[in-house]
């Protein structure tokens, strides 16, 4: 098994390390145009590597830890979190059900699916359940496929699952929210100096185009709401000590995840750090972050009843 | 209980290969469509697909709620962004105008006009074909792609044991899911719930959610128990697992491999140097700009 992973981990190092090498040769030392700016297809599969590669290292780093086997339970609720993620994403896209949005702020409730099977079932299944259902959503819808997304969306579970590789949780979350206020601060700081950029992702519907406004302020402060609104749930919770650590963990998967997702579009679509983060970023990752809020702690709260029933 | 896609044994082009060798075409496919812009190569694309699709033997009455879905959705992107124009902006900078539609009246003292462009409906057209090759081609593999072949399609693709036959459940329970969402809706709607009116602020409309997702999430966590004894009583995962089904390559399905990968690699090669970008006809370019 070792041995394997060493391999799976070396291939895809040379992987990165080969297309990083081609584009900088023919980019910076060649000067071939096309390799510098612009949509650069290929580069998706190099973030992919990279999100995995950051998954491997995190598993390199705690693999002692128990939360990293999988045995059938873990298999089925895999499959059951891709599932639905899938389902969900499909259903509440804009097409089957218009969900509304306010002021620019796209509702994406499937977000709470990986999260929450994440937090309850482990790290490897909350990879699974991200990365997957993203797949198999965009194939269901359509859209194509976006590799790099479904990474980051994996990177969204496997975060959220982490809080299982600490046994004392209570003392890791402190850490963890104040991780998550660093980067909502940077991610706002952002909005402040750069309040013009479009909010590419927000499909307006008079002129149906994507991108086209300036970001609304509620899409760009969005982030400080969830934020927020996960700091109240942590504190008026804190008893439940499942609700606040499902949440804060969330959070943390959440931004780290898009954040990857974001920052690579810097490379793949040639969008200048600043769109990357205010037109992405914000406008994906704040309302995330207020589903995760509200929804995460539903269904934790759900799944507890749900084992005090059936006593597993 | 599951719900299965309608899977069925047909003779068709699609269902004679591998299904490993269709999915790895089918890949090799998706990154042909998505690095061409060119309306002449996409149209090789579309033939394919065409070719596909017509040759599937799955009936019309079979297909045509998914194909009514794709359709709105091709039409809606393709149309809507030809009528504002304001689609294809990254791909060209000047307009070429065929005919000015002015409308007879004014709405409030603006009057609308539609432009319509060389540029803008090649790109309308560019995006038709584009999204209509990618849809159809995605829509045709749970109409042909045996349930059973699933696991052991991934595990012979490379995944390990327990990821492929994770795979394997994640495709079936898709439909079952969706057919459990239906259902919690309905009873919901029973109870007086109303989806198409979400009112009061973000953090309400987000709660009212809960009694659409809650519900279906819980009902499959508590159903899978039965899986997983099901499971657990074949001794899942002690010992490297063994493939009911086997497959094996044909000549025709190493030839179907080394030619999508052959074709996705020349495209992404001519498209790097500079190859199937946006095209109009250049006799059309003589008409007045806009």
Redesign the interface.
Known sequence: MDRKFFNLGLTLVIVFLFFLLVVWIGGNVLGIERLQTGERPVLRFVFVAVGIVLALAVYWFTKENKAWEVGTREVVYMAIGAALYAVFSYLFNGTVFVVPSVSQVALRPAICIPMFFGYAFGPVVGFFTGAVGNMVGDALTGFGVYPQWSVGNGLIGLIAGMAMLFPDKKKSLNTVLIIGAVLTAIATLFYFLFRNTPNTLFFDVANNIFGDQPISVLAGLSIVVGFILVVIVRFAFGANIDVAAAVTWGMLGNLIGLGFAAISDIWINGYPPAVAIVGEFLPSAGPNLIFAAILVPILVVAYAALQRQTGR | MLVTWRYRKRRSLIQSFDPRAWIIFYLCY??TV??IWDLRALLVVFAVALLVVLTSGIPWREMRRAWL??G??VVYFSF??F??G??GVEFYQQEHVIRNLVAPFTIFGWQPVLHITVERSFYALSMLVR?FC??SM??LIPYSFDPALYGITFRRLGLPD??A??????????P???RD?QITMDAQRARGYE?EK?SG???S???K??PL??P???Q???G??D??DA??LRA??VKPRTWVEELHYKARDRVLIVAGAAVFVAT?ALS???LFQFWVPASLLSLPLL
């Open positions: 998706l990154g998505i690095s879905f794709i709105g959705f809507f962004t009528l504002t304001r689609g999204v990618l849809a995605t829509i327990k990821i036959y994770a795979m394997d459940l994640t495709m079936r329970f898709v079952t899911y969706g969402f989806l979400l602020g973000l953090v409309q987000v709660r959610l809960a997702i809650v279906v999430t819980i499959a966590i508590a899978s128990e899986i997983i499971m657990d899942f995962g992404l790097y140097l500079g």
